[in-house]
């Protein structure tokens, strides 16, 4: 029985691979009678390699090209085939009449949505161009009379260590990807394609912009009133690129005034984690030494991370006075060290000390101990002093400085566990745009991402109103809260008290006590 298998066995594998062998032989020879369209292949490293030589003969007008080659080549033409990641142009083909009646592009995994066939015109669309590595590409333009290679070459910009249209150089937002951060509503998306403006004058300021080329990400001139652009909020995220050259990352910010609301983070594209998060310290209203929407340049040496895959994220989280960013010339790859101030990472940070599952004082019985106030300039009141907690009567209020008083305070870290589920009790809060000005977040460690952020949506003047959460799905993550007051208004004071963010099991509630995540 086993010679007989074995002899079977044998016999097959050495017709597979004659057929395997068979199948590449014949491919040279009858794409040399179909224009060589079939030597394209699907996969992009093997099509780099088969189409250079093709590429070479169709780009070349000198050279002294095969003939199979050339008469490919009058098919499928174009005056640049070269794709370049900072024009981010996009290819147009002329496909000959002699081709026939075009069907579809076929190689390196491209799908309709990729390209656009018009009147013998085929245009390969930049989003595609832009993910392909540096080097020479073939696809095949399938017609009813054949198969014609299409050629091209990306160039190497350090295309891997960059991310696409850092100077918003299109126009719009290509190549970022922007998110709601508030109840999903569209129409209050900081980031939207008309925030794109011309690198001019801002409007209703004689100063520029002071970015680079044509584009900057900017406040819009149609938007009614600066209070309405303030308002929006959301993330614009950039894909992810691994840090090279000698791992510097520079970027221009503008306004962006509170660095715990508005700020731009770098993150770990493998753990989600926030590396650093820079805001804009030189914003100033001092006219003699104008720092509001305008840029400034900064640099980040992120060298510790040299080779790890990262990602930008732009986050606006803020309804006022400067919560938006202005920002152009985002750049990760550098050979020498880029002109601009030094950034400073303001991201939390916490003791190293083991983390339980209820946080420090969550009563407030010892005023705020384990609570950090954060000193972030924007916090501060007209003396420069950070005027909003305190502790007069057994619960945390954010009124020292009266209803005017604004500021952010947060919790010691507390590990999501038992049932998942959290309260605590809010009162005042209940000021005119108070879901967007007054309201509790919770964020998760390492991430410091917004998980879920609720407001005194049953408010009831002073006295206090329970809201449960259900964390359930971070079993197990360490957590911590940020309480905010970021308005100053009648009735923009938050009070807070009886935080418990531990349930051993699920507490006996009603729906009706659930608190609503804003953050979605
Ligand atoms: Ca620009
Ligand atoms: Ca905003
Ligand atoms: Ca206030």
Redo the contacts with the bound molecule.
Sequence with gaps: MKPFLRKETLALLLTGSALLLGGCQDRPASSSSSQGASSVSSSSAVGATSSSSLAASSVSSSSSAAVSSSAASSVVTSEDSAFDFDALNELTFDLSPEAGSFSALEGLNIAEGDYIYSDREITLKKDFLVTLDPGSYSLAVETDAGSYPLTFTVLDKNNAYRIPNG???TGDLFGYAASTAFKGESPLQAFVDAAVVA?GDIPSFAAPYG??????LGYPSATSSQSAWEERMGRLSTRAFTLGGNGYLSFALGACFNSDLTYLSVLSASSGDEIARYGNPSFSLDASAYHGENLVRYRADLSAYLGEKLSLQLVDLGGHSFNFLTA??LETFHTSIPEGLDAVDVKPSFDPVYVTNQIVNGDFSSKLTGWSVSSAAAWENSSAVLDAWQVPSGFLRSDLGGDAAIGLIRSSLFKIDGSGVMSLALAAAQGSRYDKDTFVSVRLKGSNREIYRFANERHNGVNFVSYYLDLSSYLGEDAYLEIVDNASGSWDTIFVEDIVTYYASYPLIDFGDMATNLNR
Excluded at 211 to 216: E, K, L
């Design positions: 100077g918003f150089e690198n970015g680079s080329g044509n584009y900057v152009d010339d």
